[in-house]
């Protein structure tokens, strides 16, 4: 007789194709291969894009976007949806729809605006409807500090006082978690994110900085790494602990690769890759 087979958490994301590997959907599959999961994947847009930058963006039809989730999502048992690069308000209103239909247990919402780069993922101005759609259906948003501007309506905050009053605007606006990612200040020899909810008292997640400028993808890897592992921990805080550790050695493994001319992506295989 055969053993049951161990469970294993099965994961879609819902984001952007990123061609040089480094970011977007192949981040994401990446990562929950990386950490034991099963990824399932629905493409909103088609990024011409490597280690210097976006050269083109190609957006998939949002009923196109709607037939890959539902293919997936009535079809497979999904324990988490991780959602990033939704391109414009058609492609957000698509998403939201579906996970309005579908019981989720579990949903990250990386509202990816602007990559590492600088330059712009959104083709409009999507923070508005980003709030009104997918904010209440969504249990961790983990913005950068640009994203959390533009959330918020506030300038990009210049210390963490700024960032966790920020991060209260957005609970107050109905997000029932936020995963404050302050890794972008130079200067400093530690990496500190705060989680914050409603009711419950702020955690601070420190890390030692790497001083490397190969960084591309790392909010995707992170809020990939959160959806990956939250169905085992079952704790918010223990997911974003561990997704945090994985993300640091990836960052420290692939800091030794130069690929590319510009910010190479991270090693997301670390912890199997042997001399």
């Not at 995963?179 to 994110?193: C, F, I, V, Y």
Request: aromatic share 6%.
């Amino acid at each position: 007789m055969q053993n049951a087979a161990k469970p294993f958490p099965r994961v879609l994301t819902v984001a952007g194709s990123d061609s040089g590997g480094g970011a977007g959907i192949q981040a994401d599959l990446k990562t929950f291969g990386a950490l034991g999961a099963y990824g399932a994947s629905a493409v909103t847009a088609v990024t011409a894009q490597n280690t210097q930058g976006v050269q083109a963006v190609h957006t998939v039809p949002p009923q196109m976007i709607r037939s890959q989730c539902e293919s997936v999502l009535d079809d497979m048992r999904i324990d988490a949806v991780k959602i990033g690069m939704l391109p414009d308000v058609a492609s957000i209103e698509t998403v939201a729809a579906v996970l309005r239909r579908y019981a989720v247990p579990f949903v990250v919402l990386d509202p990816v605006l602007v990559a590492t780069s600088g330059d712009r993922l959104a083709l409009e101005d999507t923070a508005a409807a980003m709030l009104a759609e997918l904010l209440p259906l969504a249990d961790l948003v983990t913005p950068n500090l640009s994203e959390l501007a533009q959330l918020t309506g506030s300038p990009v905050a210049g210390g963490e006082t700024e960032m966790r009053a920020q991060g209260g605007k957005l609970l107050a606006q109905g997000a029932k978690a936020v995963l404050l990612k302050g890794g972008h200040w130079h200067g400093s020899r530690e990496a500190r994110d705060w989680l914050v909810q409603a009711d419950v008292p702020a955690q601070c997640f420190v890390s030692s900085r790497i001083d490397t400028p190969h960084t591309h993808g790392t909010g995707c890897t992170l809020s990939s790494a959160v959806a990956a592992l939250y169905p085992h921990k079952q704790r918010l805080d223990v997911a974003v602990a561990a997704a945090k550790s994985y993300l640091h050695g990836a960052i420290s493994a692939g800091q030794y690769w130069h690929l590319g001319k510009g910010r190479g992506p991270l090693a997301h295989y670390w912890r199997t890759v042997r001399d």
